[in-house]
Structure formats: C-alpha cells, structure tokens
C-alpha cells in the first residue's frame, strides 16, 4: 500500500534560519507529490505540488521542494523562515485510488 | 469567492449517538471528500462523493456514511459514536478527478469530541 513517512514530528528553528522537512513515500508508479500547511485552527492549504518534469518545485509563501526518485523523496526546504510559518506541515501522495494519502505531519516551531 | 465551508466547527456528543457533519464545496467544485484528522496524526481518507454517488472509501466502518446533494454539497454521517471517533472531520472540494487539477481545498473542519 502506498505510503508517507514524515521522519520528524516537531523541528524548532529559529527565524531567520534555513528549514527543510523530509518526506519519504512508498509508490510503485511515478508519484504525485504535495505539501500541505496547517495553521492552528484552520485548514490544510496546498503550498506545492509535484507531478512530472523539473524536480525542484517552486510554491507559495517561499517554499520549494525536490523529488528525488532514487531516494523516494520529497523534501520541503525555504531558506529563511518567518515567525508567521509555525504550523504543522504534511506531505501526500495521490494513490492508484486517486485519493490523498497523508504524511503524519512535522510540527514547525520558530524561535524568535 | 467563498471556499470551502463546513458546520458545525465544533460539537459534543456521547457514546451511542449520531452525528451528521454538512459541507458546502468551493464554488464551481463537485467533488467533495472527508477526511479524519486524530489528535497528532494526518487526515485520513474516509470517502468521496461525485455526481451524488459514493466513488471510493477508505478503511473506514459502514457506521460512517455520506451523501452529496445536487448542489454539490455534502453531509458525513457517523452513527453508533464511540471514543475513537473524536476528531476532527475535514471536507475538501475539488475538480473531478482531482488528479488532474492537483489540488484538494479543505474546509477548516468540524472538531467531534465524544464522550
């Protein structure tokens, strides 16, 4: 079964500071790849997403993530964070479904 | 334009009961999916309504069901509550298939705590 794993549940960094969050997923065919944000009390919000051609994908907010095929990842990186980006971020794949499939999410904190 | 609503925000039931959760789709959107968020973890897929008929489920028991109206929005229904069903309960709107537009609009979710 097609699968995400988020290896870290909470990261603090401070602001200013570079940040990046893994994502592995387990997917036999050529994935669809996303990040979504959850701010406390609200939604998910799609930053990026993933589905064939450069693999360095641009988003909003400053974000950008790479699919690496040969290591079966989607890392979220942003060089400088805001103190307004603590939130909990989760990675997904669409499945063979073409359903979502969520990551457990990493809970970004920001020191002042 | 308005995104995607969803009532109530928050509820209190116990054990036994039976609760319906409504969801009104971004505008343009048919496709209306549920999601189960648990405390600390990701959302996880419950089912899908296009063209008012059930299109794919998750792992999830027959006590949860659903329906889509032809206006495109949309109710989870769960009945027999238990413990474990506290959560919150997201909707996300979307083209059909949403695949091909890449991008799920999620409702900011109706908090079910059971008791």
């Known amino acids: 079964a097609q699968s995400v794993t988020q290896p870290d549940i909470h990261i603090t960094v401070s602001e200013g500071a570079s940040l990046e969050l893994r994502c592995n997923y387990s997917y036999g065919a050529t994935p669809y790849l996303f990040w979504y944000v959850q701010s406390p009390g609200q939604g998910l919000q799609l930053l990026l997403k993933y589905f064939s051609g450069d693999t360095l994908v641009q988003g909003i907010k400053g974000f950008e993530a790479e699919f690496k095929r040969s290591q079966s990842s989607f890392n979220l990186r942003k060089p400088s964070v805001h103190w307004s980006d603590a939130a909990e971020y989760f990675c997904?794949?669409?499945?063979?479904?073409?359903?979502?499939?969520f990551g457990p999410g990493t809970r970004l904190s920001v020191l002042p | 334009d308005a995104g995607v609503t969803q009532s109530p925000t928050h509820l209190i039931k116990t054990r036994g009961q039976q609760v319906t959760l409504r969801c009104s789709p971004k505008?343009?959107?048919?496709?209306v999916s549920w999601y189960q968020q648990a405390l600390g973890q990701g959302p996880q897929f419950i089912f899908q309504?296009?063209?008012?008929?059930?299109?794919q489920r998750g792992n999830f028991p027959d006590r949860f069901s659903g329906h889509q109206f032809p206006n495109y929005s949309s109710e989870l229904n769960v009945n027999a509550l238990l413990l474990g069903d506290s959560a919150l309960y997201l909707c996300?709107?979307?083209?059909?298939?949403?695949?091909?537009?890449?991008?799920?609009?999620f409702g900011e979710g109706s908090r079910l705590t059971v008791l």
């Open positions: 996300a709107s979307s083209l059909s298939p949403p695949v091909h537009t890449g991008e799920l609009f």
């Open positions: 309504y296009y063209e008012e008929e059930e299109r």
């Open positions: 997904a794949v669409i499945n063979y479904g073409q359903n979502f499939v």
């Open positions: 505008s343009g959107h048919d496709t």
